[in-house]
């Protein structure tokens, strides 16, 4: 498979090539959503086109990594011209321990079903249609736009709003609309989707404002994974040593919903398929901390890896100790 990372040294951009130990920077590429436009225009291999312009400058990346050089890993894609116009989402209820989790935390006594527990039975009825079929709908839901996005060793920000942050760990596809608008699929990068578990348990109705949260991928994108059945571990560090840690798994054979309805859902309006957008949409989670009773402080560092992506994506939790303050809106003429 063929993995790819994006560097960041002052003002300076870089993608390179992963071959380990090293990196290998791709000559004339600054960003790796030019190198798959260009590889659109040209009709060519995204693959060929990486392998083609790696050149003889190697970095080691365990250097690069430890931030012991001057370039730095950064998220695997961005809209080089404006943030806005890369849409971050997901899908939830795709995988069986996620519904676990979910229906223990809106589960109320007396309650036969929940609608977490009905909408992931509905996955599992429909949501693999037969090839060139269209199947049922999964949950799909809205994170922010590129500005939220974050790398690897980046901190993920616990808002002073916030009743609590914990880690989601699962795979991101990312995608390029094409100029026909044409969605493309670039690649998929680990992710760590990250939200407000406490504030959706309260009511379920708060799922939406529970998402709208920072969230990682990468390090690397791999542009030709295997996605049928991908094993991977979440562990969450606090001072140094696990306080937790799971056997996770994410893939076709692991979900209730195929990875091209899935697509087909997201893909299907307008909006999303407009020319030269960025999408990076989440696949869903098999199993949380949050779902064994774990609660994430402050410095704790939450750490995702799958079979077959690369090195593990790392980051840590930090707590916005600002003030509540209250947002007033004003009008034009300066008036509250």
Same mark, same amino acid.
């Given at each position: 498979?063929?993995?790819?990372?994006?560097?960041?040294?002052?003002?300076?951009?870089?993608?390179?090539?992963?071959?380990?130990?090293?990196?290998?920077?791709?000559?004339?590429?600054?960003?790796?959503?030019?190198?798959?436009?260009?590889?659109?225009?040209?009709?060519?291999?995204?693959?060929?086109?990486?392998?083609?312009?790696?050149?003889?400058?190697?970095?080691?990346?365990?250097?690069?990594?430890?931030?012991?050089?001057?370039?730095?890993?950064?998220?695997?894609?961005?809209?080089?011209? /404006? &943030?806005?116009?890369?849409? #971050?989402? $997901? %899908?939830?209820?795709?995988?069986?321990?996620?519904? =676990?989790?979910?229906?223990?935390?809106?589960?109320?006594?007396?309650?036969?079903?929940?609608?977490?527990?009905?909408?992931?039975?509905?996955?599992?009825?429909?949501?693999?249609?037969?090839?060139?079929?269209?199947?049922?709908?999964?949950?799909?839901?809205?994170?922010?736009?590129?500005?939220?996005?974050?790398?690897?060793?980046?901190?993920?920000?616990?808002?002073?709003?916030?009743?609590?942050?914990?880690?989601?760990?699962?795979?991101?596809?990312?995608?390029?609309?094409?100029?026909?608008?044409?969605?493309?699929?670039?690649?998929?990068?680990?992710?760590?989707?990250?939200?407000?578990?406490?504030?959706?348990?309260?009511?379920?109705?708060?799922?939406?404002?529970?998402?709208?949260?920072?969230?990682?991928?990468?390090?690397?994108?791999?542009? /030709? &994974?295997?996605?049928?059945? #991908?094993? $991977? %571990?979440?562990?969450?560090?606090?001072?140094?040593? =696990?306080?937790?840690?799971?056997?996770?798994?994410?893939?076709?054979?692991?979900?209730?919903?195929?990875?091209?309805?899935?697509?087909?859902?997201?893909?299907?309006?307008?909006?999303?398929?407009?020319?030269?957008?960025?999408?990076?949409?989440?696949?869903?989670?098999?199993?949380?901390?949050?779902?064994?009773?774990?609660?994430?402080?402050?410095?704790?560092?939450?750490?995702?890896?799958?079979?077959?992506?690369?090195?593990?994506?790392?980051?840590?939790?930090?707590?916005?100790?600002?003030?509540?303050?209250?947002?007033?809106?004003?009008?034009?003429?300066?008036?509250?």
């Amino acid at each position: 498979m063929t993995h790819l990372v994006q560097l960041r040294s002052g003002t300076g951009r870089a993608v390179a090539l992963v071959d380990e130990p090293y990196l290998r920077l791709l000559e004339g590429t600054t960003s790796i959503y030019d190198l798959a436009m260009d590889a659109i225009a040209r009709g060519a291999s995204l693959v060929d086109m990486s392998r083609g312009r790696a050149t003889g400058e190697r970095l080691l990346y365990d250097e690069v990594e430890s931030a012991a050089s001057p370039w730095r890993i950064v998220a695997p894609i961005h809209h080089p011209d /404006d &943030p806005a116009r890369c849409l #971050v989402s $997901g %899908t939830g209820l795709t995988h069986l321990g996620s519904a =676990a989790n979910r229906d223990a935390m809106h589960a109320a006594p007396g309650k036969a079903i929940t609608d977490s527990m009905r909408m992931f039975q509905s996955g599992v009825a429909g949501g693999r249609p037969a090839p060139g079929s269209i199947g049922t709908a999964p949950e799909w839901f809205y994170k922010g736009t590129g500005t939220i996005l974050r790398g690897p060793r980046d901190p993920l920000i616990l808002p002073w709003f916030a009743e609590d942050g914990g880690e989601e760990g699962e795979v991101a596809g990312v995608y390029l609309i094409d100029a026909a608008g044409t969605p493309r699929r670039i690649g998929m990068a680990i992710g760590n989707e990250f939200s407000d578990h406490r504030f959706e348990r309260a009511n379920y109705l708060n799922l939406a404002g529970s998402k709208l949260r920072t969230c990682a991928i990468g390090p690397e994108l791999v542009i /030709d &994974p295997d996605f049928s059945s #991908v094993p $991977g %571990t979440a562990t969450i560090a606090r001072a140094g040593q =696990a306080i937790w840690t799971r056997a996770i798994a994410t893939g076709e054979a692991e979900m209730c919903h195929s990875l091209a309805n899935l697509e087909h859902h997201h893909f299907k309006f307008d909006a999303h398929r407009r020319p030269g957008d960025v999408h990076v949409h989440f696949f869903g989670a098999h199993s949380l901390s949050f779902g064994d009773g774990v609660a994430l402080e402050d410095g704790d560092e939450m750490t995702i890896q799958f079979e077959g992506f690369g090195r593990p994506l790392r980051n840590v939790l930090r707590t916005d100790r600002s003030e509540p303050a209250r947002v007033a809106v004003r009008g034009i003429d300066g008036s509250s």
